[in-house]
T-cell receptor, first 112, second 115 residues
Framework: GEDVEQSLFLSVREGDSSVINCTYT??????LYWYKQEPGAGLQLLTYIFSNMDMKQDQRLTVLLNKKDKHLSLRIADTQTGDSAIYFCAERANNAGNMLTFGGGTRLMVKP | DAGVTQSPTHLIKTRGQHVTLRCSPISGHKSVSWYQQVLGQGPQFIFQ???????GRGNFPDRFSARQFPNYSSELNVNALLLGDSALYLC??????????????FGPGTRLTVT
């Protein structure tokens, strides 16, 4: 079955870059997503990447996809205290309809 | 435009009771999915509905059911509540089933506590 793994915790200083990593097992994944969840809130879609892409950049966010190693990363440039949240990686398989499989989340703490 | 809305925001139920959670998708979105997020974990897929038909079901018992209405809003029903059903229930909407449905937007969730 599908499995998505993330490290639990990342701490960075304000102004530094953050890199959050994710690995997945389903080779039929078509889209891979990054969501942000602040305390007590729902999920905010940050960005997504199609599986035939290697990289996608959107303002401070850069997504890198290594399909061979099934590794996805999210880089946040110039990390701010407002970026402190839990970040979820999710994948959608080719035959899975709208079903997303999420990782356990990475808690990002940004220190001033 | 309003985002995905869910009601109620919080509720407390007793073991064995029944609960109904509601979701209104973004205007123009025809697909609604439900997820359960237990504290400290990532969301887990429960159901997807598109055009009032069930299009996907996760690994949840038959106590969980859902439906979608002609206006594309949806209800999630859970019978015979267990303590382990305590979670944040998230609804997500997307435009349609098919190649254009890659963007899913989540509502704020309903926090269910079972005592």
């Amino acid at each position: 079955g599908e499995d998505v793994e993330q490290s639990l915790f990342l701490s960075v200083r304000e102004g530094d870059s953050s890199v959050i990593n994710c690995t997945y097992t389903d080779s039929s994944s078509t889209y891979l997503y990054w969501y942000k969840q602040e305390p007590g809130a729902g999920l905010q879609l940050l960005t997504y990447i199609f599986s035939n892409m290697d990289m996608k950049q959107d303002q401070r966010l850069t997504v890198l996809l290594n399909k061979k190693d099934k590794h996805l990363s999210l880089r946040i440039a110039d990390t701010q205290t407002g970026d402190s949240a839990i970040y979820f990686c999710a994948e959608r398989a080719n035959n899975a309809g709208n079903m997303l499989t999420f990782g356990g989340g990475t808690r990002l703490m940004v220190k001033p | 435009d309003a985002g995905v809305t869910q009601s109620p925001t919080h509720l407390i139920k007793t073991r064995g009771q029944h609960v109904t959670l509601r979701c209104s998708p973004i205007s123009g979105h025809k697909s609604v999915s439900w997820y359960q997020q237990v504290l400290g974990q990532g969301p887990q897929f429960i159901f997807q509905y598109y055009e009032k038909e069930e299009r996907g079901r996760g690994n949840f018992p038959d106590r969980f059911s859902a439906r979608q209405f002609p206006n594309y809003s949806s209800e999630l029903n859970v019978n015979a509540l267990l303590l382990g059903d305590s979670a944040l229930y998230l609804c997500a909407s997307s435009f349609e089933q098919g190649a254009a449905y890659y963007e899913q937007y989540f509502g704020p969730g309903t926090r269910l506590t079972v005592t």
